[in-house]
């Protein structure tokens, strides 16, 4: 049974930092790239925050990161890591980790729709 299973989420204000953080199992995790997605209330898109190729190690961010955001992967815990450091009030959302097989082709951050799994979420706000 595939889980992504996030953590880390709070209140923080704005400048603070956060680690989120999405266990996974039930798949072979170097054989997928794994990311994260954020979405806002009231807004049905899903915004593309950060990836990696597990395997490889590559990561790529979102424009609007701008530096301020790190994702690691802790491959015998089968679990990657999302630090945010400087966030912003237009940082808030409902973060979810999602994962897709390696070689989908299209660009992760901006193809949820070729997601294979989804995680729940796990919910950021930074206030002013």
């Known amino acids: 049974q595939v889980q992504l299973v996030e953590s880390g989420g709070g209140l923080v204000q704005s400048g603070e930092s956060l680690r989120v953080s999405c266990s996974t199992s039930g798949f072979t995790f170097d054989h997928y790239e794994i990311g994260w997605f954020r979405r806002t209330p009231g807004k049905e898109e899903s915004v593309g925050v950060s990836?990696?190729?597990?395997?490889?190690?590559?990561?790529h961010y979102g424009d609007f990161v701008k530096g301020r955001f790190t994702m690691s992967s802790d491959n015998a815990k089968k679990t990657v890591h999302l630090q945010m450091n400087g966030l912003r009030e237009e940082n808030t959302g409902t973060y979810f980790c999602a994962a897709r097989r390696t070689g989908t082709g299209a660009l992760f951050l901006t193809a949820p729709w070729s997601m294979d799994y989804w995680g729940k979420g796990t919910l950021v706000t930074v206030s002013s």
């Open positions: 990836s990696m190729n597990i395997r490889l190690g590559y990561t």
